[in-house]
């Protein structure tokens, strides 16, 4: 099977498939977007890592300023701050909650 032979067997398996997002409101839409957003930020955030630690291909590092990589950090959690306030959450208490649980696992473990 070539290439082309394979996109139109996939081509057909995707037109059997009905897709449709179940999205009723607005702030559905929101945390959708919002979700898909922290994402990409995420992404940034990797690239410049691996540029930081010299894993990124040359024509990226050539490109590479660090004081973006302060800015993706910061997009990562202004944009999780947009999704916690479309989903009702309340950043402080969970991550509060979070570092308990975390800090009652590792007092278990090293005693």
Same mark, same amino acid.
């Given at each position: 099977m070539n290439i082309k032979d394979l996109q139109n067997e996939v081509a057909k398996l995707?037109?059997?498939?009905?897709? &449709?997002?179940?999205?009723?409101?607005? %702030?559905? &839409? %929101?945390?959708?977007?919002?979700?898909?957003?922290? =994402?990409? %930020?995420?992404?940034?955030?990797? =690239?410049?890592?691996? &540029?930081?630690? +010299?894993? +990124?291909? #040359? &024509?990226?590092? %050539?490109? /590479?300023?660090?004081? =973006? /990589?302060? +800015?993706? /950090? #910061?997009?990562v959690i202004i944009t999780l701050l947009h999704l916690a306030k479309h989903t009702n959450v309340d950043v402080e208490r969970a991550v509060k909650e979070k570092l308990k649980t975390i800090k009652d696992r590792y007092l278990k473990r090293s005693s």
């Open positions: 995707g037109d059997t498939k009905k897709r &449709s997002l179940p999205l009723k409101t607005r %702030e559905e &839409s %929101e945390i959708l977007y919002w979700t898909v957003k922290l =994402n990409e %930020e995420v992404g940034e955030l990797c =690239n410049d890592i691996l &540029s930081i630690l +010299q894993l +990124q291909r #040359a &024509s990226k590092l %050539e490109r /590479f300023e660090k004081k =973006n /990589f302060y +800015q993706e /950090f #910061a997009d």
